[in-house]
């Protein structure tokens, strides 16, 4: 972790965290005309999962506590154990907890059906309480889309985008005489071409139940396909696109990815490609940053990123999930909870998380901006497909309430399918065995 | 019931009364204790599985009789999940049973280095499971680990372990034997330093060998000891749930869900608390059984 | 003689098997603590690295700069100690209780408070604690893991205490020992090794636990495991912080254990000869 620290010492000297007057477009600078003070004294528990950014978020709270006198005590959570606090706490009306990280495309609509999001839209709207450079345009379509109820309800604010894409070696595909493949039949001719097991694997990616849904989804809708119906009502998991789309997620998996990639999560795929051992890997883009650090990657500078594949119904996109920041309904101190999460979620936070915690923000302005792409370790390519997912993101997960449980029938259909079911079969099955937890949701 | 001096009349009686029930009384504030804490959640998961209820709903719980523990008896995938739990307890209770006798024994002998090797035998229970879990997890990997490197150099070809549904749950069987191993160790040694001495002096004086005297008087001696390990690490391994869910999840698939994986999901994942207290009533019911079940061949078995 | 043959011969066959017994442990340990030293870039290659190219303390620097590590290993330490405690002074009488009159259905009671898994207890005890004023402190956490430890400790003692001759607290009745008397003189030093035993558990189970401070109680409360989980990150698992805190976890109750070790050997202190 050498190479972080120096930077982040390099942006401690150069910019100041201290507040100095100094308007750069990053830097901590509180922002003239807006009292960051007037909640002062007050003091509130965050509750955030892990990931990188969160941690750097983390360390911040002392900046955080300068700058508006209100104290935050942030905790750093694994997912697993927030899945029992939270709900747990949120369902007895607790006000314990007063700003908390979601997952979007997971607890979305459970969420907001249970009223556990406190709405945005009067803090935003007063500008008494929100910065006037905050600007919520600058978050795009892409997050605002997802934060948002049908409604009009803001719901929490944009946080990192999950960018599943492309990443693959472009040395061992420039042998080839190949490029990145913008289209299916492109990905499979690459596969086969770059197979040379067991030295390297023409193809590594998730197989874990659960954790494979997205990947599948990636092949769904390239191939056109959809989850659901067009009302969100009904499901198309057995429509030709989606036996399709499974029979060659299977076959790839069965036939060209590393033995045991039933059982790998996105933690042990990283692991192989990081190693050498596979050609291509689609996963989050957000994942790369181990890839690019000589000190644990084999395959430094030899990564190629780019949006996956699509077909003659969608072109190349990514698949996209979201982490935001919600305001806890129940909680005693909502203004200064609003302050925090406005104060994390501007510009300059966004663009240190960025930084130093690999945060795949959708704050456009940040994209464009040259000091984050000095300061950006990440290769040129990457930050391209960064913008490019962001801007042909579609979701990977169906927008429904009990996402978690379909991510799990599925994902045990799909797991079936490795080992050889019939693809037909198992996702009516799996189809059968979900519609009337779909049908429970909606009524 | 021996000299008891003379007293004023009230302090007699209350004297005699704590005698008299003196067993009763120190039994008391232990069960009363636990009582306290764990009736309101019995009490919870008893009433919880007659409603339907998901965390989140807008609206109270609905009442439903018997419908939660129906659908749970009739549900296939929680069918499967019984015979699976039992096949990992099986293999998760004779591996530390057997390996921790003979540890016991082996380490009631005095070597030079005994303490410290008992100690470090002992870090396997000791370790917070998640992170043993993860680092075993590390080691299965099928192309990037330590497991499958040492076994290449000795000409064996590499294992899927838990990354193959036919040898997840053995494999995860052996982390839980490493673990827990230590744990019936030294129970069984705390046993063995509690052996009178006369008999196994009755024996060396006999002659007998050491087989013999470990098979007529150690183990029959150390029985009731073996036993209540053998109970207390059967409940333990038919609730495990740290090492799989951290390295498994309960997959591939559905080939390493056990009991108590399937109400986290059903409890955590996908927030039915109603279904999941039915799950949770009959998970402890058949704990219960196969509790009692032990206890009894405990008692009946007994030296005394 | 064929006793002394068989005696000469024992030894070696003796120390091998020793060391099989310890093989898997001891590789696994000497594996974690190589982990903890060595930079992530010789932790994550293949073949795996075993004599590390340099050695490296950083990963240790970094449990401690991801943790309040003091205010969690305080933490855990109230906790552990209290419910061990607490544990001990209920459950060393109670066992001898159950013991003495053969009340095993009581035992079977206690026994019940271990047999239903940890998380049935989570919902209901957040809506108890919250209601009664408990939520968010140590005597919630003591209380909770009380549960883990107590059935335990009454089931190891329950086994010790039969083992306790009556005779030997008749004796000590005649004497003029009232039988709480006996108890404590007679039937509790004889138990040493047990209460060690299960002193040394519960610790264990408690210090262990975390799930019960994740949901129970905010952020001061936290306990040590917990620093465990703030050195993962999610772009990647980082084995040697992983390691090291794992390591820096255990090493109390490793020293505890150490301490104990004396108390379960009394009874085997005459050279082993059981057996």
Known sequence: MSDKISRRQVLKLGLGLAAVPASTAWGGTPTAGFDWQQQKGKSLVVLLTQAPYYTVLQKMGPDFEKLTGIKAEIQVVPEQQVRQKLPIELNAKSSGIDVYASSMHVEKRLFAKAGWYEPLNKYLENPNLTPPDYNWKDFGPSGTWWVTWDDGTILATPGSLGLFSFMYRKDLYAEKGLKAPTTLDELQAAIKATHKAPTVYGFVGRGLKNANVPLWGMFLTSMGGTYLDPTGTNLTTTSPEAIESARMYASIMKDYAPPGAIGFNWNEAQGSFSQGMAACWPDGLNFAAPLEDATKSKVVGKVGYALFPGTAKQKPFSGTAIDALALNPFGKSKEAGWLFIAWASSRAVQSRLSIEGSLTGTRLSIYNDPEYLKAQPLPKDWIEAVKGSIESGRPQLPQIKDVTQFRDIFGIALTKMIEGGDPKTLLEGATREFEPILKKSLG | ?304 | MAVSRRKVLQRPLFGLFVVLLMLPTLFFFFWMISLSFKPDADNLSYPPVFIPSGLTAKNYLSVFESSPFARYALNSLIVAVGSTGLGLLLGIPAAYGIARSARYGVGLFILVARMTPALSYLIPWFILFQRVGLANTYHALILTHLIIGLPLIIWIMIGFFEDVHRDLEDAAVIDGCSRFGSFVRVAMPLTRPGIAVAGILAFIFSWNNFIFAVVLAGPRLQTLPVAIFNVLTFEQINWGPLAAAAILVTSPVLILAMLVQRHIITGLAAGGLKG
Do not use: C
């Not at chain 2, 004023?8 to 005698?19: E, L, M, T, V």
């Not at chain 2, 204790?33 to 709903?57: K, R, T």
């Not at chain 2, 410290?116 to 499971?129: D, Q, S, Y």
């Open chain 2, 1 to 304: 019931m021996g000299k008891v001096q003379p007293l004023a009349r009230g302090q007699r009686r209350i004297g005699h009364f704590i005698n008299q029930h003196i067993y009763t009384l120190m039994i008391l504030p232990a069960a009363v204790a636990l009582l306290l804490i764990i009736a309101f959640p019995l009490a919870y998961s008893l009433w919880m599985a007659v409603h339907e209820y998901s965390m989140g709903a807008t609206t109270p719980p609905l009442f439903l009789g018997a419908a939660n523990y129906l659908k749970l008896l009739r549900d296939h995938r929680f069918q499967e999940t019984v015979p699976r739990t039992f096949y990992f307890t099986l293999l998760g209770v004779a591996g530390p049973v057997l390996i921790g006798t003979v540890a016991a024994l082996a380490f009631s002998r005095n070597f030079p280095g005994r303490g410290i090797l008992r100690t470090i035998f002992t870090l396997p229970m000791m370790a917070t499971p998640v992170s043993i879990a993860l680092i075993w997890q590390m080691m299965f990997h099928p192309q990037l680990g330590v497991l499958n490197y040492l076994l290449s150099l000795v000409g064996i070809p590499p294992q899927k372990w838990v990354f193959a549904s036919n040898s997840v749950i053995p494999t995860l069987a052996i982390v839980e034997t490493w673990q827990w191993t230590p744990f019936v160790m030294l129970i069984v040694l705390g046993g063995l330093a509690s052996l009178p001495e006369e008999p196994f002096e009755a024996a060396r004086i006999d002659g007998a060998s050491f087989l013999q005297s470990l098979r007529y008087i150690t183990l029959p001696l150390l029985w009731p000891y073996i036993m209540v390990a053998i109970v207390l690490r059967s409940i333990d391994a038919l609730k495990s749930f740290d090492i799989i869910y951290v390295i498994t999840q309960g997959g591939p698939g559905t080939a390493s869900e056990t009991i108590n994986i399937f109400l986290y999901l059903q409890a955590f994942a996908f927030y039915n608390i109603g279904f999941a207290s039915a799950v949770v009533v009959v998970f402890f019911l058949l704990i219960l059984a196969m509790s009692v079940a032990l206890l009894l061949v405990r008692r009946r078995t007994s030296w005394q």
